[in-house]
């Protein structure tokens, strides 16, 4: 089975400007959760979204937003970037909200 | 706040040393607990988790992990490590009731041959 897909592997962007993130859960999981892990740290967590609902969200400015589409897919949208958002995003799936969560490659983000 | 501590940040062993890693966490509710690993060039893959029952859990690779609940613990384990396990280890904690987990900042495990 194909495990989550991430899409861009790498991203170059400036300040200022807007990224989106794209994620493709495990086939059957109905959650999706996106984390960002800065270099030397572990991932932290951004959104959790379950049957396309918002069911968690960690502590990020409003710059970022996420969605979740019919077919369990999801968005991670970052506008007005900072050199700090410079991170990996990775993004999870899981059956449930609580359960175990598979995590994808994630997206490389490098903002100039 | 709820918070995961990982006290070693970066272990050398060589092949065939016993292994433990720790790793504590800051909750009072149910918790769901995990051992996450990178390998190099790889992505973040589940070693093991823990979310009822037996508190002793066994993963992959020979790994094993035990929840004892009274220290907030859930250390990780392995009798006898290999080259190959060199990698990142990641404890991860997450509430009963969401999909939110909080990650320690990881220890960087190197087994030399």
């Known amino acids: 089975d194909a495990g989550v897909t991430q899409s861009p592997t790498h991203l170059i962007k400036t300040r200022g400007q807007h990224v989106t993130l794209r994620c493709s859960p495990i086939?059957?999981?109905?959650?999706v959760s996106w984390y960002q892990q800065v270099l030397g740290q572990g991932p932290q967590f951004i959104f959790q979204?379950?049957?396309?609902?918002?069911?968690g969200r960690g502590n990020f400015p409003d710059r970022f937003s996420a969605r979740q589409f019919p077919n369990y897919s999801s968005e991670l949208n970052v506008n007005a970037l900072l050199l700090g958002d410079s991170a990996l995003y990775l993004c999870?799936?899981?059956?449930?909200?609580?359960?175990?969560?598979?995590f994808g490659p994630g997206t490389r983000l490098t903002v100039l | 706040a709820q918070s995961v501590s990982q006290h070693n940040h970066h272990v050398i062993l060589s092949e065939a040393a016993s292994l433990e890693l720790g790793c504590n966490y800051s909750?009072?509710?149910?918790?769901?607990l995990f051992w996450y690993v990178q390998y190099p060039g790889q992505h973040l893959q589940l070693l093991l988790k823990?979310?009822?029952?037996?508190?002793l859990v066994k993963g992959i690779k020979g790994f094993e992990a035990e929840f004892i609940k009274s220290k907030f613990s859930f250390n990780l384990r392995k009798p006898s490590v290999q080259w190959s396990d060199t990698a990142e280890y990641f404890c991860?904690?997450?509430?009963?009731?969401?999909?939110?987990?909080?990650f320690g900042q990881g220890t960087t495990l190197q087994v030399k041959p």
């Open positions: 999870a799936s899981a059956t449930y909200g609580a359960d175990t969560q598979y």
């Open positions: 086939s059957g999981h109905k959650s």
């Open positions: 979204y379950y049957e396309k609902e918002e069911r």
């Open positions: 909750y009072g509710g149910t918790v769901n």
């Open positions: 823990y979310f009822s029952g037996d508190p």
């Open positions: 991860a904690v997450g509430s009963g009731n969401t999909g939110k987990l909080i």
